[in-house]
């Protein structure tokens, strides 16, 4: 069974970083995707980041393109996102989440297991 833990949420105010880190429990970590996705208050889920199974290939929602970097360590079995430039419209609670193949990443649906979630909240 896996076990998705996420951590590093808080309080920050605005232009401020926080990182958040998942890490998996588990065999053959390197063998999935990974994702992180957020969701606000009121608001459906959404995508924000994505990364390959050997890390060789990322992607972000625009809304984040620039600011946010997604990066994994298969030794540890850890995926992170550090957050920068953070803005007011960035809090949510953010997730991650693992599938086995990288095709279709931005649809949270098609992945197989979740973490709880971490809550972030950026202050003006």
Not at 23 to 51: C, H, L, N
Not at 109 to 121: A, I, K, P, S
Request: proline share 2%; glycine share 10%.
């Amino acid at each position: 069974q896996v076990q998705l833990v996420e951590s590093g949420g808080g309080l920050v105010q605005a232009g401020g970083s926080l990182r958040l880190s998942c890490a998996a429990s588990g065999r053959d970590f390197s063998t999935y995707a990974m994702g992180w996705f957020r969701q606000a208050p009121g608001k459906e889920r959404e995508f924000v980041a994505a990364i390959s199974r050997s890390g060789g290939y990322t992607d972000y929602a625009d809304s984040v393109k620039g600011r946010f970097t997604i990066s994994r360590d298969n030794t540890k079995n850890t995926v992170d996102l550090q957050m920068n430039s953070l803005k007011p419209e960035d809090t949510a609670v953010y997730y991650c989440a693992q599938k086995r193949s990288f095709m279709n990443y931005a649809y949270a649906h098609l992945y197989d297991y979740w973490g709880q979630g971490t809550q972030v909240t950026v202050s003006s």
